[in-house]
T-cell receptor
Framework: GDSVTQMEGPVTLSEEAFLTINCTYT??????LFWYVQYPGEGLQLLLK?????DKGSNKGFEATYRKETTSFHLEKGSVQVSDSAVYFC?????????FGQGTRLTINP | GAVVSQHPSRVICKSGTSVKIECRSL??????MFWYRQFPKQSLMLMATSNEGSKATYEQGVEKDKFLINHASLTLSTLTVTSAHPEDSSFYICSAKPGYEQFFGPGTRLTVL
């Protein structure tokens, strides 16, 4: 069945560091891909999405490119801030349902 | 964006009791809502799809009699954990789709003693 695999956390970085969180997927067909963010005590929020191969989703300085050839959707940000500390989930739509990765906890130190 | 609320945010109960969790769409109508369960350091697992005015659709391995879902109106779905046991302790999250995008509630932390 459809599945999403994320790099294991937790990830701890210093402010202004470069961030990459790896995400790979297995799916039949051509799923849409998403990154969700969960701030402490809050629900999941859509961070960005891509609906077809080679699409780049971007929001709040974060980017991810839909790579069909490597079945990947890695999340990147050039300069992280303390306020980016949260749990990040990669997800895809499979059979009309969202399938999530296990989440990666990111902590940014000042 | 659309807002989904959940109540309560935290609940602690004794083993054997039943607990009801509410999920509300505050500024839109939702014919379909989703219930997820999240274990510590693990992903969200879809438990069931709640359909307004009809029976919920449960995922494989989810006990229908254990997790009762009622979607009585276009803005409210409830999840009742019946005869709760410590292994039911978890973080329960609901979501709804007013259009293409899913919006998630803040979650309910259930602890069964």
């Amino acid at each position: 069945g459809d599945s999403v695999t994320q790099m294991e956390g937790p990830v701890t970085l210093s402010e202004e560091a470069f961030l990459t969180i790896n995400c790979t997927y297995t799916a039949t067909g051509y799923p849409s891909l998403f990154w969700y963010v969960q701030y402490p005590g809050e629900g999941l929020q859509l961070l960005l999405k891509a609906t077809k191969a080679d699409d780049k989703g971007s929001n709040k300085g974060f980017e991810a490119t839909y790579r069909k050839e490597t079945t990947s959707f890695h999340l990147e940000k050039g300069s992280v801030q303390v306020s980016d500390s949260a749990v990040y989930f990669c997800a895809l739509t499979g059979a009309q349902k969202l399938v999530f990765g296990q989440g990666t906890r990111l902590t940014i130190n000042p | 964006g659309a807002v989904v609320s959940q109540h309560p945010s935290r609940v602690i109960c004794k083993s054997g009791t039943s607990v009801k969790i509410e999920c509300r769409s505050l500024d839109f109508q939702a014919t379909t809502m989703f219930w997820y369960r999240q274990f510590p350091k693990q992903s969200l697992m879809l438990m069931a799809t709640s359909n307004e005015g009809s029976k919920a659709t449960y995922e494989q391995g989810v006990e229908k009699d254990k997790f009762l879902i009622n979607h009585a109106s276009l803005t409210l779905s409830t999840l009742t954990v019946t005869s709760a046991h410590p292994e039911d302790s978890s973080f329960y999250i609901c979501s709804a789709k007013p259009g293409y995008e899913q919006f998630f509630g803040p979650g309910t932390r259930l602890t069964v003693l």
